[in-house]
T-cell receptor, first 112, second 112 residues
């Protein structure tokens, strides 16, 4: 079993929809949780960062962490075609120099 | 902005060649990482480094080596390239635990 599980999709939604992306994990030591966005033929870029449990909001994006369920989510409100990308969750226990464990990534397409 | 620069965007090499992939970061980050990214397999860690001249094996180090002679530069070496090393290679750096990665734009390597 992988430490981090993420549905690879693809996920296709109409413009303006609310998108929910999720990851589950097995290592209870994880305490740093991140979401990266990767456009085609580019490197991933950090989108959201959360320490421990709780919610974090940044514009149209909300990240949620539920450590009791070992489940993290990224919500995108009013999705736009420019949100079309692969979204990777990543997490770390805070050891090994900040080494991150990544999910497989979910490919999202937002149709105009 | 932190910048991680990978020397080549696209490379085509022949089977058996020794291949060097270079990565330079400009923000004095301690830790650097090399990943490969393949469809259906996600990001897989090859090697990482906490400091100059230090290296640690990741999940798939076979067929690869690394060099970190200066803090800002982390090189990935394919000792004898094989067709199953055709992939997207991503370099990343981070100041340390609890921080996200900054990725380079990637090198798409094709071994023929």
């Amino acid at each position: 079993q992988k430490e981090v599980e993420q549905d690879p999709g693809p996920l296709s939604v109409p413009e303006g929809a609310i998108v929910s992306l999720n990851c589950t994990y097995s290592n209870s030591a994880f305490q740093y949780f991140m979401w990266y966005r990767q456009y085609s033929r580019k490197g991933p870029e950090l989108l959201m960062y959360t320490y421990s449990s709780g919610n974090k909001e940044d514009g149209r994006f909300t990240a949620q962490v539920d450590k009791s369920s070992k489940y993290i989510s990224l919500f995108i409100r009013d999705s736009q075609p420019s949100d079309s990308a692969t979204y990777l969750c990543a997490m770390s226990a805070g050891n090994q120099g900040g080494k991150l464990i990544f999910g497989q990534g979910t490919e999202l397409s937002v149709k105009p | 902005d932190v910048k991680v620069t990978q020397s080549s965007r696209y490379l085509v090499k022949r089977t058996g060649e020794k291949v060097f992939l270079e990565c330079v970061q400009d923000m004095d980050h301690e830790n650097m990482f090399w990943y490969r990214q393949d469809p259906g397999l996600g990001l897989r860690l090859i090697y990482f480094s906490y400091d100059v001249k230090m290296k640690e094996k990741g999940d798939i180090p076979e067929g690869y080596s690394v060099s970190r002679e200066k803090k800002e530069r982390f090189s990935l070496i394919l000792e004898s390239a094989s067709t199953n090393q055709t992939s997207m290679y991503l370099c990343a750096s981070t100041p340390g635990q609890g921080y996200g990665y900054t990725f380079g734009s990637g090198t798409r390597l094709t071994v023929v």
